[in-house]
């Protein structure tokens, strides 16, 4: 493993800050990257499932997931094809209402560019939720106007929405993200993994 990869797997910037959420959780950095990777993953935060496996999407999000880009579960776990870097690579925890935490910043301003610059160079970059976005693309509006205009970016950039079941009225809502989107996706992942 990298120095990059051990260093980031110790991480504690966020254990105070972890203690005070109402799960109450130390810091668990889900590293699931190495350089080369043809495709790169940018996502929010690890939820408490993949908290708990310490594998990224490890839950019915993955699963939507991997429908959406028309991958095996063997392919999107293959660290030398796929690299999953997440705006933080902890889970936030939960408030007091028990929605989920926004991802903490410091996790991207401490790590977010060396770890890029360590995967290099990626020929497709899916980007998940509005995070991800705003990071990458420098998006202002919502994550609906973002993944809507994303022939503005595709082939090389695609936004999607949270793969989460919390977005199933946003899909309902948004028939041609999986009429339009989700097969120019899965035609440029095969294209890149070819």
Known sequence: MSDLRIRLSACTICAERFAATATGHRPN???????????????QAPGIRVHEANTPFWDQ?????RDWLGMDEETFYDRARVAIV???????????AGSDLPPPAVCARTWRQSTLDYVGHVDLTVLIGGYA???????RGSVTETVAGWRDHAPRIFPLPHP????????KRNPWFEAELVPALRARVTEVLT
């Open 164 to 171: 989460s079941w919390r977005n199933t009225a946003w899909l």
């Open 29 to 43: 950095p889900v590293v699931w990257f190495r350089d080369g990777a043809r495709i790169l993953i940018a996502s």
């Open 61 to 65: 999000s993955g699963k939507r997931l």
């Open 86 to 96: 997440p705006m933080a690579f902890c889970f936030p925890g939960y408030n007091a």
């Open 133 to 139: 976005q705003k990071w990458h693309l420098g998006t």
